[in-house]
């Protein structure tokens, strides 16, 4: 019996020894996220994903750590794909031109004047978010939320109602946008590659005469100052979105997935409003300041349109991804038709 006991403590005592060594890494499980952003921390943007670092620690009673890397620290957005890709970084937010990277037919919203205001975007994003989400998903990531941006307006030297107006002028235009760059160049625009932190340099000098841009953006860098008009017409949407790489969303317990989605979606919610509430105190207090509102006639709005119209054969396909071009122009026809 005495030999029994023994070789039972025997059998037992390592096991309790494992398992109390085995109880602190247990107990200090942990997967951290970093977040890539180029939006500054004080912006509606980096204020709403500090809180859903913070949130995101709450539901998963500190599981799941989100270091948010603000204000693009962590490089521009070709080198925070590169990062993604290694695994550097786990989570990003891009704009247009990074989603682009990660699935270029993404790039159909941003055909010039075809979505033409919010209600027409909300209608697009709610039909097509899944088919969206499975092709990001596809090239190896996973989408934790859309956003929209504000939009792209004209901002010129000299008033812009109609194509004769701004082709008079020089165009400058972000050089990482190729796309874009090719789209305004095939309509017969001039187009000056320059970067955003060049702008104000380059309108000053004479380089550049125009510029579209986020009302936001352009309130932030007073570019205002000499491309003092300003086009009603929205360009195109302005989007933004947050993925993450699928090697990190593995990592994540499902247990917590759901409940971290819906944080996401939250986000989705609270950025959409403070957005328009923020693109609209730009333009307000860059009035105040001089900046002269050209409120573009439904005449001038339909010479823009049917300009676009005459170069589709130019640019669907071989800029603009034509299956998700033609989903999109269908769904925008069935909504203006039921107005």
Known sequence: MNLCRRTLRGAVLPFFVILL?????????????KLASL?????????????????????????????????????????????????????????????NSVMPE????SYPFLIRNDRELETVLAKLRPELDAKIEQNGFVTLAWARAGWLKIFSRNPVFTPGDLRRQKVGTNPDEL???????????????????????????GMIDAVYQSPITVAGAQLFGIAKNMSTLNVAPFMG??????TAWRRIPDRHKEKLQEICKGIETEI?????????????????????????????????????????????????N??????????????????
């Open 21 to 33: 060594a085995a109880g602190p890494l247990f107990a200090q499980r942990k997967t951290t996220i």
């Open 272 to 320: 959409d409003g403070s957005i328009g509430r923020l693109e609209g105190d730009a333009i307000s207090t860059m009035s105040k300041y001089g900046l002269i509102i050209n409120q573009a006639a439904p005449q001038h709005e339909q010479e823009w349109y049917n300009d676009m119209a005459g170069h589709e054969k130019d640019l669907v396909g071989p800029v603009f």
């Open 106 to 109: 993404v790039m159909a919203l």
């Open 322 to 339: 034509r299956e998700l071009y033609q989903k999109i122009s269908a769904i925008l026809a069935e909504y203006r038709q039921g107005r």
């Open 241 to 246: 979105g947050i993925v993450m790489n699928r």
């Open 39 to 99: 939006v500054p921390e004080s912006t509606p943007w980096g204020a709403a994903i500090n809180r859903m670092a913070v949130d995101w620690a709450r539901v998963t009673n500190g599981e799941v750590e989100l270091i948010v890397y603000h204000g693009g620290v962590a490089g521009t957005e070709g080198d925070v794909l590169r990062k993604l890709n290694l695994n550097q970084i786990q989570a990003a937010i891009f704009t247009s031109i990074g989603l």
């Open 179 to 205: 796309q874009m760059i090719q789209v305004f160049k095939t309509m017969g625009f001039q187009m000056v590659p320059v970067s955003m932190n060049d702008a104000l340099v380059s309108l000053n000098g």
